[in-house]
């Protein structure tokens, strides 16, 4: 299978689009060669800008810029981008609705050796309360390339993770992103496990793992955190009778918070949550860091056991 | 640049219009900010009434100069001043701050005339920036303005815009600091000091020019030197008094955030005849 981060796509599409449109604009805060808006800049360096470290100061003009009819990507560490320029994204992006595409690598636990400062596990909560924003985790490299055309298209504000971490690549090239859309990886009728990013691999190999207990699960790729596919997720509930959330983020405000936000007034249904625990990370390698965090397939098949038992 | 005519004299009569516009919005919504927007009177007139490209009947056209109003509590001041140059009737004015309003208590965008909801101190600069890197990338000649209170440039993102417009030589903007000396809660000079303020301008790469912030002569020669200037930006620094006109609204904190009653609003506007 191959392994390749999410970055990688996004940097890869964005070149793509810039040699079809002229309107697309990309402003950084100096990390363009982590979240590879680098590869937009050497072969479109008139409609990039480096502001430097100033977060605040990138979403700003990035806003400015998107008044004059641009379509304008703000890329940065997402631990960086989402809390340091909140106030600007809340007002300046979200409250003017701006067309202004923030697309930010480096999140979660995956992120490694950096440590706690570098790993973002509170993007979703605090990106998906925002309205008139879009919230977007693509699975692998192909949906976010697939995702970041998508965008262009899309009047408003939208945010995306992307990863540092090689992840599994699970789609097809040509397949294309349904914004909105819930994704079905795995039938299955005794429970469903809903991942977002790398945990919808993970959660693919907890299936199997259940699948020798004669378990058999349903896995739902969530690549859509905001606006959730309400009618998806009540099927889901319906036909299952059971759900798992599995999240590279905390629990707290996560995808699996969003899940159950939606089902607890539509269908309520047992929910078991598999994502970051209230605490904040450490250094350590990604496969160390996702064991000891308890984000293993092994940790999503127990959570499966646990919520089957729940069933009513 | 050659200078526009301009009737300096029709101006100062419009600037005690506004005066009385401000103040009795603020009365008929009983609450808003009249201290920051009555020191801000002819720095908006000057913009509006003389240097600004714009099109009342035509707010979007395309073309126009944009000002910013990064001070987004000045909006009685903003109000009154679109509403008297036609952006929206002036029947419109008693709706500030009630539901329903587009008057929003911070300027909003579904005023005509406002650019952008502002309301967070510290965001204008940079969105007019990038307003003006636009510009330059489509090859258009309007300039955006950025109207910044005092206390509001204590924010670091200001400084951050500050690098920006200076780092990539953007001409076409020209922000404004309305430098009334006091903020919410005291003197500036007490709570956060700014001086020496011209200097940390210069020292960021900006062509800096004090005015008196009430004296329109001054605010048009300033602003008719923006535009001279070549690869640099400008900031004029427009030194006027929180609560101008009114005796007892200038020099305090007091009146930053507060409503004159009616009597006190009757006195004000006596003042001002």
């Known amino acids: 299978m191959d392994m390749i981060p999410t970055r990688d796509g996004f940097g890869q599409e964005l070149v793509a689009l810039g040699k079809e449109r002229d309107d697309i604009v990309v402003v950084s805060a100096d990390l363009e060669d982590a979240t590879r808006a680098e590869y937009f800049k050497k072969e479109f360096p008139d409609r990039f800008f480096n502001l430097g470290i100033a977060e605040q100061d990138v979403i700003g003009t990035a806003v400015g810029l998107s008044m004059q009819g641009y379509v304008v990507f703000a890329s940065s560490f997402a631990v960086f981008m989402t809390n340091r320029a909140y106030d600007q994204i809340r007002i300046d992006v979200c409250q003017n609705n701006a067309n202004v595409k923030i697309v930010c690598s480096h999140a979660g636990i995956t992120v490694g050796e950096d440590g706690a400062t570098a790993q973002c596990f509170e993007d979703f909560a605090i990106m998906r309360v925002l309205a008139n924003m879009s919230v977007v985790c693509p699975v692998d490299t192909n949906e976010a390339k697939s995702a970041t055309r998508w965008m262009v298209d899309h009047y408003g504000p939208v945010y995306m993770r992307t990863s540092r971490a090689a992840f599994p690549v699970l789609t097809k090239e040509d397949d294309v992103f349904e914004f909105g859309k819930a994704r079905i990886m795995r039938e299955g009728k005794d429970v469903t496990l809903i991942g977002s990013g790398l945990m919808v691999y993970e959660s693919l190999q907890a299936a199997e793992i259940l699948k020798k207990e004669g378990i058999d699960a349903r896995v739902i790729n969530l690549h859509t955190l905001k606006p959730l596919d309400e009618d998806a997720l009540v099927a889901c509930a319906k036909e299952t009778g059971a759900i798992v959330t599995a999240e590279e983020h905390q629990i707290i405000g996560g995808m699996g918070s969003a899940v159950a936000e939606v089902l607890s007034q539509k269908y309520p249904t047992p929910i078991e949550m598999v994502g970051i625990k209230d605490v904040y990370g450490e250094t350590g390698d990604p496969q160390g860091l996702l064991k000891k965090y308890h984000l293993k397939d092994v940790d999503i098949a127990e959570a499966a056991k646990k919520v089957i038992k729940r069933k009513k | ?273």
């Open chain 2, 1 to 273: 640049m050659s200078a526009k005519k301009v009737d300096v004299k029709a101006l100062q009569k419009t600037a005690i219009e506004l005066r009385k516009g401000i103040l009795q919005v603020v009365n008929s919504a009983k609450s808003g900010h009249p201290g920051g927007s009555l020191s801000a009177v002819e720095i908006l007139i000057s913009l509006y009434g003389y240097k600004m490209n714009h099109k009342p009947e035509d707010p979007n056209w395309e073309d126009r100069d944009r000002l910013i109003i990064s001070k987004g509590h000045a909006s009685p001041a903003a109000y009154v001043t679109l509403s008297h140059f036609g952006y929206f009737p002036k029947e419109e004015l008693v709706t500030f701050r009630k539901l329903g309003a587009r008057l929003q208590g911070h300027v909003h965008r579904k005023v005509p005339g406002v650019e952008l909801n502002t309301g967070s101190l510290g965001h204008g600069l940079s969105v007019a920036n990038g307003m003006a890197l636009g510009a330059r990338m489509r090859k258009k000649d309007f300039k955006a303005y950025c109207l910044m209170g005092d206390g509001e440039i204590q924010e670091g993102s200001v400084w951050e815009a500050a690098m920006t417009a200076a780092h990539f030589k953007l001409d076409n903007v020209c922000a404004i600091v309305d430098y009334n000396k006091i903020q919410e809660n005291g003197l500036i000079s007490d709570i956060m000091g700014l001086e020496p303020l011209a200097e940390k301008w210069k020292s960021f790469g900006w062509e800096v020019v004090s005015v008196d912030g009430h004296n329109l002569d001054e605010l048009i020669k300033a602003l008719d030197r923006f535009g001279t200037i070549k690869g640099k930006p400008m900031v004029i620094i427009a030194n006027t008094v929180k609560g101008k006109g009114i005796s007892f609204m200038e020099n305090t904190c007091k009146w930053h955030g507060k409503a004159p009653n009616d009597e006190q609003l009757k006195e004000a506007l006596s003042e001002l005849e």
